[in-house]
């Protein structure tokens, strides 16, 4: 029974596990702290490829989701970046959402069929996502050239203005109109449907939604670029805090897990933050847009291995996200200590 995977027999995991998942909880951490999103969408899929039922794999991801946002909130809220009263309209539909995302997951769990249905989602997922970052880093590197050292003053100059989608939505006055920390209104249906959207997202695929929720909100809600960051972090926070409860409900979380993997994403998000003064974001998003690809092709692998019976497939698949991950670490590091060299001085 999924029932019993919630037990106090799972805080003893081996020296091995915990190790692994210490690692793997860094390097989203690392994700989190740089990129602003908590990698928490690949977290599911690694627990998906060792083998845990969807259930178990979503809601420990749910958990762990709202851990690291807790963080990622307070240290926005110190800098006033988060419009709790959007964050609060959005709750409900995030609520229902949720709700509606983790029916479908335990009726496909009924069936038979849960892990192949949330595993097929996430190889187009990723792939979907892998390739808007790889694009957008190869366009970036084209457009800009030799003009790099421009980019921060007009990044700056960028953050506070509203898209022009965003105003276009805004402008069409969908009563009741709701009026953001800004100063500026957006409609309370658009306010909703994004919270629904995100929530569904969160409670089938068992992701913080950060990667869908901080665009829906800058593009479609229309608010300042940080302060749709920081809104999303406490979305996430919200989302996690549900989604673990929901999952909570059902004896599917895995305590030992989601202990291991915030254990080490706290060490990362601090190293991920603090590289964020030191590295350009556009020196590494075309690493991270392959990371995507490369965990799509692994959740793929894996998705091969159950149907061909082939277990060495899902060895495989796990290097691959691993190892992807592993990389994508390695050249923030990398980058954060050849800036460090330089600002000192230091010969590369």
């Known amino acids: 029974m999924l029932e019993s995977i919630l037990s ?5 995991l081996g020296p091995r596990v915990i190790a692994l998942f210490v690692t793997f909880g860094f390097m989203v951490g690392v994700f989190f702290g740089f990129f602003g999103m908590g990698g928490s969408f690949l977290v599911t899929p690694a627990l998906l490829i060792l083998g845990y039922p969807a259930p178990v794999a979503i809601g420990s991801s749910m958990a762990f989701v709202f851990g690291t946002a807790v963080i990622a909130t307070i240290k926005h809220h110190d800098a006033g970046q988060v419009d709790y009263r959007l964050g609060a309209l959005m709750f409900v539909g995030i609520t229902l959402g949720i709700e509606l995302g983790s029916r479908l997951v335990f009726g496909l769990e009924v069936l038979g069929i849960a892990n192949v249905v949330v595993g097929i989602t996430y190889v187009l997922l990723l792939a979907a996502i892998g390739v808007l970052f790889t ?48 100063g500026s209104k957006a409609s309370l249906w658009t306010i909703s449907g994004v919270g629904g959207g995100v929530g569904l997202v969160s409670g089938f695929l068992g992701v913080g939604g950060g990667f869908v929720r901080m665009p829906a909100i800058y593009y479609v809600i229309g608010t300042s670029l940080a302060a749709a960051v920081g809104t999303s972090l406490f979305g996430g926070l919200m989302s996690g805090a549900i989604g673990a409860f929901t999952y909570g409900r059902a004896g599917v979380i895995n305590i030992g897990v989601v202990t291991a993997l915030l254990i080490g994403s706290a060490l990362g998000a601090r190293i991920g933050s603090s590289a964020t003064a030191y590295v350009d974001e556009d020196d590494v998003t075309i690493y991270f847009g392959i990371m995507l690809l490369v965990a799509s092709a692994a959740v793929g692998i894996s998705e091969l291995s159950d149907w061909l019976e082939i277990p060495v497939l899902d060895r495989v698949s796990f290097l691959l996200l691993v190892g992807s991950a592993l990389l994508v670490c390695f050249m923030i590091l990398y980058h954060g200590a050849l800036a460090v060299r330089r600002a000192r001085g230091v010969p590369a």
């Open 135 to 182: 694009r957008s880093a190869l366009q970036t590197d084209e457009a800009v050239g030799d003009e790099t050292g421009e980019r921060d003053s007009d990044t700056n100059s960028d953050d506070d203005e509203i898209p022009a989608i965003a105003r276009r939505i805004q402008s069409y006055n969908l009563p009741p109109m709701m009026t953001l920390a800004d």
């Open 8 to 12: 106090f027999e799972l805080l003893g």
